[in-house]
Structures are given as C-alpha cells and as structure tokens.
C-alpha cells in the first residue's frame, strides 16, 4: 500500500442494522483484516463487521475516529465490531495518532488475540484533511 491512503467511511445496512465501514485505498477494512488473519492461518479468521453507532455509545464521530471514543482507552479505536453487531464480542483496534497533516491508524490489534500478528497491514497514514471529510459525513450518526 503507498504511504498515504485514502479513507472512506461507508455506511452500510446489514440485518437492518446500519453500520459505518472503513475503507482503505477502495477495500474494505473487514476483508483486509480478515485476508491477514486467513494468511496465518488464525482461528477463526475474519468475523468483523463495521462499528453500529446505534447499539454502542462510541461518543461523538470526531472523538470516535481520533481514539477519544467510549471504546478502549490510551488513544485507541475500534475500528470494526464482530459481524454479531455488538462492539465488545470481537473489536479490531488501532492507535490513532494525529498531527496538522496526517491521521496514522498504527498497532493493529485484535484484543482478544493479542499475539496476533498484523505487521502485514503497517501504519495506515491518511491526509488530514481528508480524514476529517470522511469523519464528518458519518457525524450524524454518532452521538
């Protein structure tokens, strides 16, 4: 993947039930991770969905993506939830870190499978600004 990526947060209805969805570059964050976790050879491999503003209370959107959400603590962020909906069964995190110009998604991490390893993906860089327009078209969504 280049050093700059682009980010968009899809809205998707899945059982009804709306989720917002990363994609990197054009994919969709739930099928790269789950094409690492296949590659190892982990168990089980995949299960994620995107996150359901509805039935977890994340915080504002802007707090979400920026790792200041209800979600795990220290500057982190699930960024998928367990294909069940329910945030807490199954979350992928990252450390989000920001500056004026780039948003850096870095440690990759399935809490439940700390060993897991997803090097494979590195950081994921992302132009502010950008970051910021795809953060806010989801806004209405959180609370």
Not at 48 to 58: D, T
Not at 88 to 103: H, I, K, L, N, Q
Request: proline letters at 6%; charged letters at 20%.
């Amino acid at each position: 993947m280049s050093a700059t990526h682009a980010l968009e947060l899809r809205v998707v209805s899945v059982d009804d039930v709306v989720e917002v969805v990363p994609y990197v570059d054009g994919r969709s964050l739930v099928a790269l991770v789950g094409a690492v976790e296949s590659a190892h050879g982990y168990t089980p491999a995949g299960g994620y969905g995107g996150v359901v503003p509805a039935l977890f209370r994340y915080g504002p959107a802007e707090h979400q993506w920026y790792g200041l959400g209800h979600g795990p603590s220290g500057g982190r962020a699930w960024v998928l939830a367990c294909d069940c909906h329910e945030a807490g069964c199954w979350p992928f995190e990252v450390t989000v870190r920001a500056d004026e110009r780039t948003v850096r998604w870095e440690d990759p991490t399935q809490p439940y499978r700390p060993e897991w390893d997803y090097s494979s993906l590195g950081t994921l860089t992302f132009d502010r600004a950008r970051y910021d327009e795809a953060v806010a078209r989801v806004t209405h969504l959180f609370r």
